[in-house]
């Protein structure tokens, strides 16, 4: 069980770049999401899902774009990278089973992404 | 719309000692309140959790917070820290029911010191 990864690790891009960044989850969770993080501004976010083939944004979402096409993966996609999106991105999800109301979000590693 | 609000970001503290990790918070409506950790170079993992019931709450590696209605706080503490709680720490706010959106406070550095 290796709960949620991201591809990749670290990515160094030129402005106007565009790129894909992989989540993936195998807790067969319903709720994924896309945060960024920015020294001094904790976790914002970008994006989210409540359930396959559904996207939602989130209190960033200019300059990305999301998918989920399949259950277990949500896609965050630059299409013309910017400096301002230098940043760590971090993947989450989250289940709707339980009775308390809330469920635990399960990050993923993070990914390091530098536009120069 | 809520907010959250870390005063300190930073606090350091010798190892053994006792510390609190402040957290204010800002809701219309009723909140669940999270505290969660990241090591560095990790992501972050959940320490503890208020959702209902009993004010205090305990977590992870001997942590605890209370929950403060009246002064919209949900301070975090532990009674003596040890060098391996150096992280940082994001308190987190989300409203009661309905679609899970968390807001994230700008987080606190806690570093113990030898």
């Known amino acids: 069980n290796a709960g949620v990864t991201q591809t990749p690790k670290f990515r160094v891009l030129k402005t106007g770049q565009s790129m894909t960044l992989l989540c993936a989850q195998d807790?067969?969770?319903?709720?994924m999401y896309w945060y960024r993080q920015d020294p001094g501004m904790g976790l914002r976010l970008i994006h989210y899902?409540?359930?396959?083939?559904?996207?939602a944004k989130g209190e960033v979402p200019d300059g990305y774009n999301v998918s989920r096409l399949k259950k277990q993966n949500f896609l965050l996609g630059l299409e013309s990278a910017a400096p301002s999106q230098t940043s760590v991105y971090f993947c989450?999800?989250?289940?709707?089973?339980?009775?308390?109301?809330?469920?635990?979000?399960?990050f993923g590693p993070g990914t390091r992404l530098t536009v120069l | 719309a809520q907010s959250v609000t870390q005063l300190d970001s930073q606090v350091p503290v010798f190892e053994e000692a006792p510390v609190e990790l402040r957290c204010n918070y800002s809701?219309?409506?009723?909140?669940?309140l999270f505290w969660y950790v990241q090591y560095p170079n990790q992501g972050l993992q959940l320490l503890l959790k208020?959702?209902?019931?009993?004010?205090l709450v305990k977590g992870i590696n001997g942590f605890e917070a209370e929950f403060n209605k009246s002064q919209t706080s949900f301070h975090l503490r532990k009674p003596s820290v040890h060098i391996s709680d150096t992280a940082e720490y994001f308190c987190?706010?989300?409203?009661?029911?309905?679609?899970?959106?968390?807001?994230f406070g700008t987080g606190t550095k806690l570093q113990v010191i030898p």
């Open positions: 989450a999800s989250s289940s709707t089973a339980g009775g308390e109301g809330y469920n635990e979000q399960f």
């Open positions: 807790m067969n969770h319903e709720y």
């Open positions: 899902s409540v359930g396959e083939g559904t996207t």
């Open positions: 809701s219309s409506v009723s909140v669940y």
């Open positions: 208020y959702l209902s019931g009993s004010t």
């Open positions: 987190a706010v989300s409203e009661a029911g309905g679609y899970q959106k968390v807001t």
